[in-house]
C-alpha cells in the first residue's frame, strides 16, 4: 500500500516537472520562422548590394547595435544610417553571406556564419576584399516578422606585419 504522503509527493513532482517543462515549437513553426529570418537577410542583404539607404534604413530599429573590428558600436537607425551613407559614398558593395547555424528560442534568434565583402572604391582604384565571421541577434516584431537587432562581424583574414 502506497502511503497518501508518497501521493502527495508523487503528485507535487508531477506537477513541478510540467511547469517546468519548456514547450519546443513545431518543426513547421521552426520552418516558417527560418524562412522568415531568411527573407529578411535577403532583403537586407539585396540593399546593402544595391546601396539601397532608404530600404536599409526600413528594417532597422532604433535599438540595432553594429559592432565590427577596431572601432566603437554604431548604435541606433541614425547611427547606422550614416554609416551606411558614408560607406555608400565611398564604394560599391558587392556582399555574400553564408549562414552556418540559426537557433531560434521564442521571440529571439541568433545566426553565425561567414561573409565576404568586395568593396570598389567609387572613384577607380582597387577593390578590397575581407572576408570573415559574424554572428547576428533576430527580435521578432509584433507583427511576427523577424529584424536584425544586433550584428558582429570579423575579419578571419591575418593582420598585416609591423
Known amino acids: 500500500m502506497v502511503s497518501p504522503c508518497t501521493v502527495t509527493a508523487m503528485g507535487c513532482t508531477v506537477i513541478l516537472l510540467a511547469a517546468c517543462s519548456t514547450t519546443r515549437p513545431h518543426a513547421a513553426d521552426t520552418s516558417a520562422q527560418l524562412a ?9 542583404l539585396k540593399a546593402i548590394n544595391e546601396g ?7 528594417v532597422t530599429n532604433d ?3 553594429m ?19 558614408r560607406t555608400f559614398q565611398r564604394s560599391k558593395i558587392d556582399e555574400t553571406w553564408m549562414p552556418i547555424e540559426t537557433v531560434i528560442d521564442g521571440d529571439l534568434a541568433y545566426q553565425r556564419g561567414t561573409f565576404m565583402v568586395v ?3 567609387r572613384t577607380g582604384g582597387v577593390s578590397r576584399t575581407t572576408h570573415g565571421n ?24 591575418p593582420l598585416p606585419a609591423n
Do not use: C, E
Open 36 to 44: 522568415a529570418i531568411s527573407a529578411f537577410n535577403a532583403r537586407y
Open 52 to 58: 539601397d539607404i532608404a530600404t536599409l534604413s526600413s
Open 63 to 65: 535599438d540595432h547595435v
Open 67 to 85: 559592432i565590427s573590428p577596431n572601432r566603437p558600436p554604431v548604435t541606433g537607425k541614425a547611427d547606422n544610417d550614416a554609416a551606411n551613407g
Open 119 to 121: 568593396a570598389s572604391p
Open 134 to 157: 559574424f554572428l547576428r541577434i533576430y527580435r521578432r516584431q509584433s507583427d511576427g516578422s523577424w529584424w536584425m537587432t544586433r550584428d558582429m562581424f570579423s575579419s578571419d583574414q
